[in-house]
């Protein structure tokens, strides 16, 4: 029985089982949701349009175990691409991959509200300021543990985010790891108006001179030396800051991100300006972004934005509506440059159709 089979009688074993056995179904939560999605790509390198249809399907299992311990498990179809859950419609109808996509313990302490230790493959535990990519692509789940404490302090409160991944785990010599430090304030100064602004600073160890991550053969826009290993490494020093204000019913969120490869003497900083905001049910956002070659480690930055890696600049638009009940629509269009100098352009369309429960 192949692996992705064994996975999807796994789950379907764990749903029956919330069915039958009711007395525990109040200590098993699942989530589920599919998106289907036409795909619109333009290059000027190329005389050619690329379209395709593309489909996400994500099945999640919570485990509540005790008052403060859950287990938390969820299935995504896609690829081994640590950025990516999509499942392109192609290969003559073939069966499509389900892969672990989260896998992870829970703990959190009754006695310190706002603290959280996680262990297995999680999300990225790092806040991101208005949801923004600069650093990390959405369907990045890094694979090690973290702690996170946030308390309500009422209108005046701080948060500190740590954690320790392993990135590359060799043989031979030593393991490339990602530690990572984040910390912040935020404010709540009036019941329409609140101001978050932090800090983070993230070292990948033994990266330089080591194969690329993921995929050896390829950069994602990074430097290489001839042999095609990381010309130098990464220690991202980030800046971050969120406005939210409310005007009316009206929720509107700006935010900014800034990150410096503090490893790297040029071509190094990277950083984006955006907003996200909702007028009634229709939801808006929009970001510009402008990225150096060095400034992140481009295989696991934003996957859309120019195809994906580092070396580019141009606008991310976006809205979304309900179409009905736990059925969403939206549409999403990047405008972006490959290169910051004479850069070519590229334009990606993406036309959404959510459900999920």
Known sequence: MNKNLIWFVLATVAVQGIV????AS??????????????????????????RQRI?????LTMTVAENVAGVIRLASGSDNPVSTNQTLTDGFSTKSIMLDLAYIDWHPVSLKG????????KVPFYKAGKNELLWDGDLNPEGVSANYSPDMGSFNFFIHTGYFWVEER??????MLIGFQGGLKTKLSSTLSFLAGSGYYNYTSTKGHATFFNPTKSFGNSVDKGGNYRYDFNELEFFGELKIKIGKFPLSVFGDYVKNTAVQSSNTGWLAGFNCKIKSFSFKYDYRRLEKDAVLGAFTFSDFIGGGTN???HTFGFSFPVGKNIKAGVVYLLNKKGLENGENYNRLQVD????I
């Open 20 to 23: 039958i056995k009711g007395e």
């Open 26 to 51: 109040d200590k098993i939560k699942t989530k589920a949701d599919i998106r289907y999605r036409h795909e619109r790509i333009s290059e000027e390198s190329t005389d050619y349009t690329r379209n």
């Open 56 to 60: 996400r399907a994500r099945l999640e």
């Open 115 to 122: 603290f959280f230790f996680r262990a297995g493959k999680i």
């Open 171 to 176: 043989k031979t010599t030593d393991d490339a």
């Open 312 to 314: 580019g600049k141009g």
């Open 353 to 356: 159709l959510n459900i999920k």
